[in-house]
């Protein structure tokens, strides 16, 4: 999310000025964009090739080989709930359910009045708390499908989150 008065321009500069150390990759830089952001915009593709020292198609090219990178804004609020292993394996399949549910959502994506973006995530390195998800960021470990449902409901409504 941008903050207040910097133009997206000026904060993908920002984003990538950590980046101008020579070991910048195409990949390295669309991530740290994603990371910031929550997507990669248009302008992100021209700064990455001017950095990277690539044309925009050469970036496109890596850009749209990541199912997991996205091109347009996302939503006001963003829940992510851990697929990985462990989290698997204790639970996280019928939390994955119930969240969904309380979105009105089929899979990953946005909801219809665009106010939160449902993704999976591999692992949100706190394995320890299986299962995980968070929540702007956040998060919320040792979910029960209940636990997971009152969070997402409490979410709905809140004001949005800032990075
Ligand atoms: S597997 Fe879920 S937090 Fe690591």
Known sequence: MLSEGVTLRAAIRQVLQSHRDGAATILSSL??????????????????????HTTTNDVW???????????????EHTIEVCWGPTCHLLGAPAVVKEVLDALGLANEGDTPDRSITFKFNTCLGACAQA?????????????????????????????????
């Not at 090219?61 to 939503?75: L, T």
């Not at 979910?143 to 800032?162: W, Y």
Request: glycine share 8%; aromatic share 8%.
């Open 61 to 75: 090219g890596v850009a749209s080989f990541y199912p997991n990178f996205r091109f347009d804004p996302p939503c």
């Open 131 to 163: 299962p995980v998800m968070a929540l702007d960021h956040h998060l919320y470990g040792r979910l029960t499908p209940r636990a997971a449902r009152g969070r997402v409901e409490a979410l709905k409504g809140s004001p949005a989150h800032r990075r």
């Open 31 to 52: 991530l740290a964009l994603e990371d910031a952001l929550g997507y990669i915009p248009p302008e992100g593709i021209e700064e990455v090739a001017e950095l990277t």
